[in-house]
């Protein structure tokens, strides 16, 4: 019966698979004319020559770059929150008011994405701008990470911010039930050591690695294939700057600004295609780290 039941799920598993293969085949064959065109120059220029019946060009590396800039910034900002958030549901919050906290949270991770980028354009930003980083600019400049004139607030940090605002929900959904399911005699036994509640909370933490893990591997794909929240603050700009305060472009914003042109131009939609062959490759090496690190664990 086990094994019938094995070979009945086999068929599900191929489709599943055979999805992936094709999306992989799609961006690959739609990819080719710029590949023979510029070959791998366009992941490693930051050029976008776009000239109806003349000499095209294109580079998105500070495409590439903002997407992984502003998805860092976002797990820095909603690791820690969404840790902190489990933990506090769970062993602070009164019995009455849990599922409350719980329920918005979900509400918030339900939200359609342009509603958060409306609130973080007109919101957010002038936010960030006025009490952030003007003030970290004025006295910090010298820092590399401060060094660019915040004039507008549209930014690698508000995208990042905004980022993790939105990817918090999910991971601290991921976190807070691993952390609620961790057996009560677990919890009794860290106690009848004689550790303070901080020290304990240590412990049982340091329980769940393997779910903080799978949490941050769900926030970073949410978060690096973000779209139009991330277009209205990020402040679409072709530029490569170490500086918190510069505007920049990710790849997503990139493909849902240029996409509705680009086919009046020869090589811009396979660009663009090029562009989230990009995208897929990098979320499938954080993906392939992060079971590697699970893996690790595992057998340990």
Same mark, same amino acid.
Request: glycine share 8%; hydrophobic share 55%.
């Given at each position: 019966?086990?094994?019938?039941?094995?070979?009945?799920?086999?068929?599900?598993?191929?489709?599943?698979?055979?999805?992936?293969?094709?999306?992989?085949? =799609? !961006?690959? $064959?739609?990819?080719? #004319?710029?590949?023979? %065109? &510029?070959? @791998?120059? /366009?992941? +490693?220029?930051?050029?976008?020559?776009?000239?109806?019946?003349?000499?095209?060009?294109?580079?998105?590396?500070?495409?590439?770059?903002?997407?992984?800039?502003?998805?860092?910034?976002?797990?820095?900002?909603?690791?820690?929150?969404?840790?902190?958030?489990? =933990? !506090?549901? $769970?062993?602070?919050? #009164?019995?009455?008011? %849990? &599922?409350? @906290?719980? /329920?918005? +949270?979900?509400?918030?991770?339900?939200?359609?994405?342009?509603?958060?980028?409306?609130?973080?354009?007109?919101?957010?930003?002038?936010?960030?701008?006025?009490?952030?980083?003007?003030?970290?600019?004025?006295?910090?400049?010298?820092?590399?990470?401060?060094?660019?004139?915040?004039?507008?607030?549209?930014?690698?940090?508000?995208?990042?911010? @905004?980022?993790?605002?939105?990817?918090?929900?999910?991971?601290?959904?991921?976190?807070?039930?691993?952390?609620?399911?961790?057996?009560?005699?677990?919890?009794?036994?860290?106690?009848?050591?004689?550790?303070?509640?901080?020290?304990?909370?240590?412990?049982?933490?340091?329980?769940?690695?393997?779910?903080?893990?799978?949490?941050?591997?769900?926030?970073?794909?949410?978060?690096?294939?973000?779209?139009?929240?991330?277009?209205?603050?990020?402040?679409?700009?072709?530029?490569?700057?170490?500086?918190?305060?510069?505007?920049?472009?990710?790849?997503?914003?990139?493909?849902?600004?240029?996409?509705?042109?680009?086919?009046?131009?020869?090589?811009?939609?396979?660009?663009?295609?090029?562009?989230?062959?990009?995208?897929?490759?990098?979320?499938?090496?954080?993906?392939?780290?992060?079971?590697?690190?699970?893996?690790?664990?595992?057998?340990?």
């Amino acid at each position: 019966m086990k094994d019938r039941f094995k070979i009945f799920l086999l068929p599900v598993s191929s489709i599943v698979f055979g999805i992936f293969l094709l999306m992989l085949t =799609v !961006f690959l $064959i739609a990819s080719l #004319p710029i590949f023979e %065109k &510029e070959g @791998l120059s /366009i992941y +490693t220029t930051n050029v976008w020559k776009a000239v109806e019946g003349g000499e095209e060009f294109y580079g998105v590396l500070s495409a590439i770059y903002g997407s992984v800039y502003t998805s860092v910034v976002a797990l820095i900002i909603a690791l820690p929150l969404s840790i902190g958030f489990a =933990v !506090f549901v $769970i062993d602070y919050v #009164p019995a009455k008011f %849990k &599922e409350i @906290l719980i /329920i918005l +949270t979900d509400i918030m991770a339900g939200l359609p994405t342009i509603l958060y980028g409306i609130w973080g354009a007109f919101v957010l930003v002038p936010i960030l701008r006025d009490y952030v980083m003007k003030p970290l600019y004025d006295h910090l400049s010298f820092v590399p990470l401060f060094s660019y004139p915040p004039t507008t607030g549209y930014s690698y940090l508000s995208a990042g911010v @905004l980022l993790a605002i939105m990817v918090t929900p999910f991971a601290s959904a991921i976190i807070r039930e691993a952390y609620r399911m961790i057996p009560r005699v677990y919890r009794e036994g860290v106690y009848a050591l004689g550790l303070t509640r901080y020290e304990a909370t240590k412990v049982l933490v340091g329980y769940i690695k393997p779910a903080i893990v799978a949490g941050t591997l769900l926030a970073f794909g949410r978060a690096v294939g973000e779209t139009v929240a991330v277009s209205l603050v990020v402040g679409n700009t072709f530029n490569i700057h170490p500086s918190l305060f510069a505007p920049g472009y990710t790849i997503s914003s990139l493909i849902a600004n240029q996409f509705g042109n680009a086919f009046i131009y020869r090589y811009m939609p396979s660009a663009l295609f090029a562009s989230g062959l990009a995208l897929f490759v990098i979320g499938l090496i954080v993906n392939v780290l992060g079971l590697m690190v699970l893996r690790r664990w595992r057998y340990a």
